[in-house]
T-cell receptor
């Protein structure tokens, strides 16, 4: 157990819908990362937050947004969902968010039908 | 942006043999290179990492080497065991060091 929690574990929804994925970092970690992993694919970096502020953006679609709250938990919002958004979404946390070990959560499996 | 390439995509070895996975990166400013192991349906877990001020790092049967000039780094697993079977990902940071780019993964199969 990495200490990073993600909810829900599984999510099935229809195209065009909007969902919110939630992540709680390890105690003491200030940075949260979001990644997307499609079937049999590598991990695509989406976005990183540090202590409530956005630090870096990767290949995140405009339909997706995220935020980190004062209690350091983070939410990833996915809207106008398409079939291609079906994937495993991982959250990871680290202490400083600068070249330090990232601890991954168990992931949320999103299926868009 | 950074581009991380990983080879091979699949690797099959006999138990007890060594396994080597190679990655190249494009951003000369990258300074942190972690390796992750991901078992089927599970989260990626860090197995070893190296920073740009070091050329080699070992942890028991696992070692990583870094060649900054050539912009490549490699994972070496010695005395492989069936439980080493998994997908291994390399990664490199980039830009303002807060972005991470992952390789496409290597599926390692260790045959008993």
């Amino acid at each position: 157990d990495s200490g990073v929690t993600q909810t829900p574990k599984h999510l099935i929804t229809a195209t065009g819908q909007r969902v919110t994925l939630r992540c709680s970092p390890r105690s003491g970690d200030l940075s949260v990362y979001w990644y997307q992993q499609s079937l049999d694919q590598g991990l695509q970096f989406l976005i990183q937050y540090y202590n409530g502020e956005e630090r870096a953006k990767g290949n995140i679609l405009e339909r997706f947004s995220a935020q980190q709250f004062p209690d350091l938990h983070s939410e990833l919002n996915l809207s106008s969902l398409e079939l291609g958004d079906s994937a495993l979404y991982f959250c990871a946390s680290s202490v400083s968010g600068r070249a330090d070990e990232q601890y991954f959560g168990p992931g949320t499996r999103l299926t868009v039908t | 942006g950074e581009n991380v390439e990983q080879h091979p995509s699949t690797l099959s070895v006999q138990e007890g043999d060594s396994a080597v996975i190679k990655c190249t990166y494009s951003d000369s400013a990258s300074n942190y290179f972690p390796w992750y192991k991901q078992e089927l349906g599970k989260r990626p877990q860090l197995i070893i990492d190296i920073r740009s001020n070091v050329g080699e790092k070992k942890d028991q049967r696992i070692a990583v080497t870094l060649n900054k000039t050539a912009k490549h780094f490699s994972l070496h697993i010695t005395e492989t065991q069936p439980e080493d079977s998994a997908v291994y990902f390399c990664a490199a940071n980039s830009g303002n060091f807060n972005k991470f780019y992952f390789g496409s993964g290597t599926k390692l199969n260790v045959k008993p």
